[in-house]
């Protein structure tokens, strides 16, 4: 379309698959250094979404609206800056049944991802749990990252894997957005709302729940902490190392049907179907 500067979801899809290959293909070391950055951002967007989202007096949408914005800010520096996202990566997918990548490549860069996403979003509970963060506005901003682990280590396994779905098929609609921008601020606009929609809606990003649960375990044990949220022993009863590896497999595999299925090869069959090359 004339005057239109952005690329079209036919020439999307063929820059999706294209990366896809160069991500498959690409060494170890810098795919898991580029993985644990992409943690960290990620696990910085949660920081940011957590302090906008407490004692907030605009009511339950609006604040959870804004804390999504500011949640936005992880996929950003991932896009922008430069960086590798396992629940983005499930886009090399479309490289795979194009035959343009092996299933040993696709697995291998997931695996590596996601080590290296964990790595970084634990960096920065140690970081964060260190600075003490927890204690800003009278432990008010601790009580809140508490209450949100709880609640993620509470869901049934159904619940977290089906948000799970929902949560990354916005975000690789953020990533895929995000392609058909030729400018930074293109890029920035594109994500921000789908990003915000699947924060405010409460959906499980696994890689944001590798930042999200474990600070709430850390600040389980901290008495002033637990006294400012409220929250009873019944209800932290859920909040252990069982309920996060529960959490972080629902979310993962539902990341992967979410991103993987609904996105990727939706889109394949639309527009790359009947273009295979052989690897």
């Known amino acids: 379309m004339a005057g239109v500067d952005s690329f079209t979801p036919a020439e999307i899809a063929q820059l999706v698959e294209t990366k896809g290959v160069a991500k498959a293909t690409a060494p170890a070391v810098p795919t898991l250094v580029l993985g644990v950055v992409a943690g960290a951002f990620i696990a910085l967007g949660g920081v940011l ?16 609206w804004l804390a999504g914005i500011g949640f936005s800010l992880g996929l950003i520096l991932v896009v922008v800056a430069g960086a590798e996202l396992f629940t983005g990566n499930n886009l090399i997918v479309m490289a795979w049944v194009s035959r343009r990548v092996t299933l040993g490549g696709l697995l291998r860069n997931w695996a590596l991802v996601y080590v290296g996403n964990l790595i970084g979003a634990f960096s ?3 970081m964060i749990y260190i600075a003490e963060w927890w204690r800003l506005s009278e432990n008010a901003v601790g009580a809140s990252a508490l209450s949100t682990a709880s609640a993620k280590a509470a869901l049934p396994f159904g619940v977290a894997f089906t948000r799970g ?8 609609l953020a990533v895929w957005l995000a392609t058909a921008g030729r400018s930074v601020i293109d890029k920035v606009f594109a994500i921000v709302f789908p990003i915000s929609a699947f924060v405010a809606n409460a959906f499980e990003h696994s890689i944001a729940n590798a930042y999200l649960v474990p600070i709430g375990l850390l600040l389980k044990d901290r008495a002033d902490v637990v006294a400012a949220s409220g929250l009873s022993p019944e209800q932290l009863a859920p909040l252990d190392a ?6 972080l497999v629902a979310a993962t595999l539902g990341n992967i049907v979410g991103g993987a ?16 090359s052989p690897v």
Not at 51 to 64: A, D, Q, V
Not at 242 to 247: C, D, K, R, S
Not at 261 to 276: D, I, K, M, T
């Open 261 to 276: 299925v609904l996105v990727g090869l939706v889109y394949w069959f639309v527009y790359l179907r009947g273009e295979r």
């Open 49 to 64: 979404a957590t302090l906008i989202g407490t004692g907030s007096e605009l009511g339950f949408g609006p604040t959870r």
């Open 124 to 126: 920065v509970v140690a």
């Open 165 to 172: 779905i929902l949560a990354n098929a916005l975000v690789c």
């Open 242 to 247: 069982g309920g996060f590896l529960a959490n």
